[in-house]
């Protein structure tokens, strides 16, 4: 029975059967050295008979095979043992040459190389961590909403009216009618707060928008949540502070040979992670830096790595949140603060100098919906479906949306998002 690479050091003395890629083949005058690897790392064999060396030689790197041998104590071997004696058997076909050498410790192709080649470039141990982690990234997200009493939710990514007025989006043609790709989630998760009270989902989402940058995608995963019952978006941070926590934790549990790999400085998560409302982070910014970004609706790239950089002095926190966004530049459900009703009550959840989540507190009142939709000049008819659910009675919710590619990417300090994606769409990429 076959056994995996971190297994074979349970063995020593014992035969056993390992299968997996021909990492790599080192031939000496008297003995060859060939490396198996597995899912979980790699296991070096020792062959010292001619014949078993002389086809070694020619069997080209990344070809599938099993080996079965005796388990040998060697400190300077992978995991402190190898294969001696070894009978090998190809199970697939010599393999083509791969576009780089898989087996050097260093990543030598460029990223449209790995990116062209994807289907063999990703199994190159440092290419595949970032998954790995993204994996348990999932894993620990999922976790910590089933134990806040959320149910997993899969709303359909065809839909018959754009998500986010004035965005943009992928239409196409849905047997004579016009359709397209969901931008995201958020009619249904909200529709389903009205049957669950606490939903979410992980599942694709689709941004036709031209942007051609080392952050942006067309196509990219995302973290949903809704929750109902909220007072304001203060409760909805809370669970994203709890989400987060659990997705770090999870990657330390399940993830730690990626983590070491790539040299990741996994990030303490507060118990309160520190917010600053966005008025006054326009005034700190105004005031501390040479921009004054005042009567801006957003804030630049440049002013959330700023104000990073300012919560780690503060605070000691790799993360910040920035609340209440000017209203014209939130979507439509987004709810006012009552306060301050040019402001809104929602946020964005800066780490390391981007934003990674965006969330608020959502419009619970049908009146106030058919009053958001002629303030902003838009009939309310494409949106009757999701209307509905507010004319049959909704409680107070709000919910966030995390990108996953863009959250790994950031631990990891990947310079572009496509490193952490698995076969990237975007303005230029629709293959492979």
């Not at 790599?24 to 010292?48: E, H, M, P, Y």
């Not at 300012?310 to 000017?326: C, D, H, I, K, N």
């Not at 409680?395 to 966030?400: K, M, R, S, T, V």
Request: hydrophobic share 40%; charged share 25%.
């Amino acid at each position: 029975m076959r056994i995996l690479s971190s297994q074979v050091s349970k063995h020593v003395g014992e035969e056993v059967t390992v299968a997996g890629w021909l990492h790599r083949v080192r031939a000496l005058k008297s003995v060859t050295f060939a490396i198996v690897r597995d899912r979980d790392g790699l296991v070096q064999v020792v062959a010292a008979e001619p014949d078993l060396m002389k086809r070694l030689a020619v069997l080209t790197e990344e070809t599938v095979i099993e080996v079965t041998g005796t388990v040998t104590a060697n400190q300077q071997a992978p995991g402190g043992v190898e294969i001696t004696s070894p009978a090998v058997r190809e199970l697939s076909e010599p393999a083509v040459a791969s576009p780089f050498d898989l087996y050097r410790p260093v990543v030598s192709a460029a990223l449209p190389t790995v990116l062209d080649n994807a289907a063999v470039a990703l199994r190159h141990p440092k290419l595949r961590a970032p998954f790995e982690i993204s994996a348990a990234s999932v894993a620990g997200y999922r976790r910590a909403l089933d134990r806040l009493g959320f149910t997993e939710v899969h709303t359909p990514k065809v839909v018959s009216s754009a998500t986010e007025s004035g965005a943009n989006v992928f239409a196409l043609d849905w047997f004579g009618r016009k359709a397209y790709l969901a931008q995201s989630p958020q009619f249904y998760k909200q529709t389903m707060v009205g049957v669950f009270e606490r939903v979410y989902e992980v599942g694709p989402v689709f941004r036709a928008e031209p942007h051609d940058t080392a952050r942006h995608l067309a196509q990219y995963t995302s973290l949903d949540a809704e929750l109902g019952f909220v007072t304001d978006h203060r409760d909805v941070m809370a669970v994203v502070r709890e989400a987060v926590a659990e997705m770090v934790a999870t990657i330390a549990e399940r993830a730690p040979g990626a983590v070491e790999l790539l040299g990741v400085k996994l990030p303490d998560v507060p118990e309160e992670i520190p917010s600053i409302h966005f008025a006054d982070a326009q005034e700190l910014l105004a005031r501390e830096t040479d921009e004054d970004p005042r009567g801006e609706p957003d804030l630049a790239p440049a002013h959330e790595r700023w104000l990073c950089e300012w919560a780690m002095r503060e605070y000691g926190s790799q993360f910040l949140f920035v609340t209440g966004y000017p209203m014209r530049k939130r979507p439509f459900y987004t709810h006012p603060d009552p306060q301050r009703p040019e402001f809104s009550n929602s946020f964005d959840l800066l780490f390391r100098g981007l934003e990674l989540v965006t969330g608020g507190q959502r419009l619970h009142r049908h009146s106030d919906y058919l009053a958001a939709l002629e303030a902003r000049g838009e009939s309310p008819e494409p949106y009757a479906g999701y209307l509905a659910a507010f004319a049959h009675g909704m409680p107070p919710h709000g919910g966030f949306a995390l990108g996953l590619e863009r959250f790994v990417a950031r631990l990891t300090e990947a310079d572009n998002i496509r490193w952490t994606t698995l076969f990237p769409r975007d303005l230029h990429r629709l293959a492979p």
